[in-house]
């Protein structure tokens, strides 16, 4: 018993002695954090925590809207073509007009029916109406896939990887900034077959009918 309690002993002053010591080192980076300029220096670790928190964020968000597309990757074939629908953020519409591959689209709705229309960005009646990307080309009357949020992949679709790319004529995809009708970034390319869907808030340049 006289052992047990010798051991305990032992063992809570040890412990004491870390406490201490942990404050005395608390006390002493405290002191020097903020021996030259304490409000400059505790305002940039502020700034740096809550960087940090939103960095992190940002890359738990990511990694989640990673591993949802990837376990639900999905390979239709239409018309001889395979579509890949990734995630949950895809929409099956009636194209109610001939849509090209790979461009940005507007999807209204009719009767429960989601339909799909060019998207034009130099027609400034489009301001804020841009969905998603077609998946596939489609004629008047035909279904038509469209990524509407998350990662667009189209097999050979021959994007410049790493660029911010914006809506140029008829929703064609370009990394060339627009000059005339609205101005509006679709996201970044990640690579030549995928595009991270970000659309950004459009910009009216100039009304060309009033010009």
């Given at each position: 018993?006289?052992?047990?309690?010798?051991?305990?002993?032992?063992?809570?002053?040890?412990?004491?002695?870390?406490?201490?010591?942990?404050?005395?080192?608390?006390?002493?980076?405290?002191?020097?954090?903020?021996?030259?300029?304490?409000?400059?220096?505790?305002?940039?670790?502020?700034?740096?925590?809550?960087?940090?928190?939103?960095?992190?964020?940002?890359?738990?968000?990511?990694?989640?809207?990673?591993?949802?597309?990837?376990?639900?990757?999905?390979?239709?074939?239409?018309?001889?073509?395979?579509?890949?629908?990734?995630?949950?953020g895809w929409k099956r519409t009636i194209a109610m007009q001939n849509i090209a591959r790979g461009h940005v689209v507007r999807i209204t709705e009719n009767a429960g029916i989601d339909q799909c229309y060019t998207y034009d960005p130099l027609d400034i009646e489009n301001y804020g109406l841009a969905t998603g990307i077609s998946l596939h080309s489609a004629t008047a009357g035909q279904e038509c896939f469209v990524q509407v949020e998350g990662t667009a992949e189209i097999p050979d679709w021959g994007l410049t990887p790493n660029q911010l790319m914006f809506i140029g004529s008829n929703g064609q995809l370009t990394a060339i900034a627009p000059t005339q009708g609205l101005s509006q970034s679709a996201g970044n390319s990640i690579s030549t077959d995928e595009l991270n869907i970000n659309f950004s808030n459009p910009i009216i340049l100039n009304d060309e009918d009033n010009a």
């Open positions: 018993m006289k052992k047990s309690n010798k051991i305990i002993s032992i063992i809570a002053f040890a412990l004491f002695g870390v406490v201490i010591l942990a404050l005395v080192f608390k006390k002493k980076l405290v002191e020097y954090i903020t021996k030259t300029s304490p409000q400059k220096t505790i305002s940039e670790l502020t700034t740096s925590l809550s960087q940090g928190n939103q960095d992190l964020k940002k890359e738990l968000l990511e990694l989640v809207q990673q591993k949802i597309e990837t376990s639900t990757k999905q390979i239709v074939n239409q018309n001889g073509n395979n579509i890949i629908l990734k995630g949950i």
